[in-house]
């Protein structure tokens, strides 16, 4: 990337916050001079990412530190509370018209369970052409020519056009579910734990299929994982999410050669690999906090080995401690 080509994704201080709406039982406590209590389920806290042109970037963490939440805020699907989303150097709130519709379309999202993804009252050929058709964005007449590409992209025969979602096997509604993503021909992928439903022997081949797709047409992505095995072929970079915030961010090679933070050592850690075989597996210590009620301070604190008590009072900053390597630790200062 020069110096003058924008990010194609840029994340400024992005938050995210959802609260709980009273429900009718509450709303009729009220009446009765019982208060309101709302609470505040904190799922990103000031997340600042930059994905360039061409570039995977892995998303890793554990369930419910926020990653999903990050990838649907990237693809437009949710709105952030705070900061900015940009695309291509441009704010998307302040996007209309045919702007918005290029971001829209630009910056596509694979789901991670591509059965409940797909509409199982639509044919194959309906569920693939169907944006081309809203959009406007083919003459009836290539519809057809376009699908026919996309399955051939991902591996499916042309016959696969008729079948409904539950004919087909897990792996092949995934490969489906990424020839939608092909049909308006994104820039930018947000891959969802693309592979987690999958079988051990299909989760390979589809990484490879992304590979190839990138390859190919040079796609930008952003692919969630919460297995650091599977990240560690596909991406350039990776970032390190922990209970809404990124932890750490290194080349992919810096991440696994030299991980900083102790929440990425202790991830490594359980990463299984055949040279450690004997070793005795030791799980990180306790659960993931709620984000309903985050810790004070460094949020990893109640889990790290080496936490002290100025990790209970001040939140780490995320610093460079190497070049193109960005760490928060207090154990870094």
Same mark, same amino acid.
């Given at each position: 990337?020069?110096?003058?080509?924008?990010?194609?994704?840029?994340?400024?201080?992005?938050?995210?916050?959802?609260?709980?709406?009273?429900?009718? $039982?509450?709303?009729?406590?009220?009446?009765?001079?019982?208060?309101?209590?709302?609470?505040?389920?904190?799922?990103?806290?000031?997340?600042?990412?930059?994905?360039?042109?061409?570039?995977?970037?892995?998303?890793?963490?554990?369930?419910?530190?926020?990653?999903?939440?990050?990838?649907?805020?990237?693809?437009?699907?949710?709105?952030?509370?705070?900061?900015?989303?940009? *695309?291509?150097?441009?704010?998307?709130?302040?996007?209309?018209?045919?702007?918005?519709?290029? *971001?829209?379309?630009?910056?596509?999202?694979?789901?991670?369970?591509?059965?409940?993804?797909?509409?199982?009252?639509?044919?194959?050929?309906?569920?693939?052409?169907?944006?081309?058709?809203?959009?406007?964005?083919?003459? $009836?007449?290539?519809?057809?020519?376009?699908?026919?590409?996309?399955?051939?992209?991902?591996?499916?025969?042309?016959? *696969?056009?008729?079948?409904?979602?539950?004919?087909?096997?897990?792996?092949?509604?995934?490969?489906?579910?990424?020839?939608?993503?092909?049909?308006?021909?994104?820039? &930018?992928?947000?891959?969802?734990?693309?592979?987690? $439903?999958?079988?051990?022997?299909?989760?390979?081949?589809?990484?490879?299929?992304?590979?190839?797709?990138?390859?190919?047409?040079?796609?930008?992505?952003?692919?969630?994982?919460?297995?650091?095995?599977?990240?560690?072929?596909?991406?350039?970079?990776?970032?390190?999410?922990?209970?809404?915030?990124?932890?750490?961010?290194?080349?992919?090679?810096?991440?696994?050669?030299?991980?900083?933070?102790? *929440?990425?050592?202790?991830?490594?850690?359980?990463?299984?690999?055949?040279?450690?075989?004997?070793?005795? &597996?030791?799980?990180?210590?306790?659960?993931?906090?709620?984000?309903?009620?985050?810790?004070?301070?460094?949020?990893?604190?109640?889990?790290?080995?080496?936490?002290?008590?100025?990790?209970?009072?001040?939140?780490?900053?995320?610093?460079?401690?190497?070049?193109?390597?960005?760490?928060?630790?207090?154990?870094?200062?």
């Amino acid at each position: 990337m020069t110096q003058q080509e924008s990010p194609v994704i840029e994340l400024r201080n992005v938050h995210k916050r959802f609260e709980q709406h009273p429900d009718l $039982a509450q709303r009729l406590l009220a009446l009765f001079g019982r208060p309101i209590t709302r609470q505040t389920v904190h799922a990103v806290n000031g997340v600042d990412l930059t994905v360039s042109r061409g570039e995977v970037l892995g998303l890793v963490g554990e369930s419910g530190c926020g990653k999903s939440t990050l990838g649907r805020i990237v693809a437009g699907l949710h709105n952030q509370t705070e900061g900015e989303v940009r *695309y291509q150097g441009r704010s998307t709130q302040d996007l209309r018209g045919a702007d918005k519709l290029d *971001y829209i379309l630009g910056v596509q999202m694979i789901f991670q369970d591509p059965q409940a993804s797909l509409n199982p009252r639509q044919r194959v050929h309906q569920i693939l052409g169907e944006a081309l058709k809203v959009h406007k964005l083919a003459p $009836a007449a290539e519809i057809a020519k376009r699908i026919d590409q996309a399955l051939s992209e991902v591996g499916l025969e042309r016959e *696969y056009r008729d079948r409904f979602p539950h004919q087909i096997s897990g792996g092949q509604r995934q490969r489906i579910g990424i020839a939608r993503a092909l049909m308006v021909s994104p820039k &930018f992928l947000v891959c969802d734990e693309p592979v987690a $439903a999958l079988d051990v022997s299909i989760q390979a081949q589809v990484i490879n299929l992304f590979m190839d797709l990138r390859e190919q047409h040079g796609f930008t992505y952003l692919f969630i994982s919460h297995d650091l095995g599977v990240v560690k072929h596909i991406s350039d970079r990776v970032a390190i999410m922990y209970l809404g915030r990124i932890v750490e961010q290194a080349a992919a090679t810096e991440i696994f050669a030299r991980a900083n933070h102790p *929440y990425t050592q202790a991830l490594l850690a359980e990463v299984p690999d055949v040279k450690r075989r004997g070793r005795k &597996f030791t799980p990180i210590q306790g659960e993931i906090p709620s984000p309903l009620n985050p810790p004070s301070g460094c949020t990893f604190h109640p889990r790290c080995p080496h936490a002290m008590p100025r990790c209970k009072e001040a939140v780490p900053e995320l610093k460079e401690i190497a070049p193109g390597h960005w760490s928060a630790c207090h154990l870094n200062d």
